[in-house]
């Protein structure tokens, strides 16, 4: 039987004008095939510079696209940043008010005079200068006018002022908050 098989297959092959047809559409198609390949080298370099010059163009419209993305959020995060930056430093003042008042209670209720207090001593003491400078030279003028014939009291009569209204002085600017002394006017020694 293996025989008779090989014998009939060879002749079935060579006679046949079915397996020539099937052996000339194969030739066909192998060479199909290498046309193919030659014309895909050939065009292969303009195919693949084309290809690259469409990345490039998808490329630069990302690139594009990102960058007004980025600055959009850059822009965003700016403006937030501007804001909690307002609204902290608002808080802050806040918290510094609060502080600040704080602290002026407790140096009230110890007793330290504030800027305003200080600052109302300096106008008062200011006053006082010169409403003592305006009666000095009138009481210094005045009794030697009056009395020219006492002229051993009138040293005397300064000597004891001033030391009287030095003290005053000192006193109101130690206890701003003391009530106002008025110091007695010394008594001029009268010559007998």
Sequence with gaps: MVTKMQKSKPQA??????ASSVKD????????????FSK?????????????????SI??????????????????????ANDIGSKAAGQWDKLESIFEDRV????????????????ALIARINDLNKSVQKL?????????AKSPVKPAAKPAAKA?????????????????RAKRVIAPKAAAPQAD
């Design 25 to 36: 559409s194969a030739q066909q198609i192998w060479l199909a095939g290498l046309g193919a």
């Design 104 to 119: 002026a209670k407790a140096l009230n209720k110890l007793g330290v005079p504030s800027a305003k207090d200080v600052d």
């Design 13 to 18: 092959d060579a006679g046949s004008p079915l």
């Design 59 to 80: 490329q630069r419209k990302t690139q594009s696209v990102a960058e007004e993305k980025i600055s959009e959020a850059t822009s965003k995060m700016s403006s937030m």
């Design 40 to 56: 895909a080298q050939e065009e292969g370099g303009k195919v693949f510079d084309a290809l690259v010059k469409e990345g490039l």
């Design 160 to 176: 004891a002022a001033k030391p009287a209204a030095k003290p005053a002085v000192k006193a109101a600017v130690k206890a701003p």
């Design 136 to 144: 000095s030279p009138k009481s210094a003028s005045k009794p030697a």
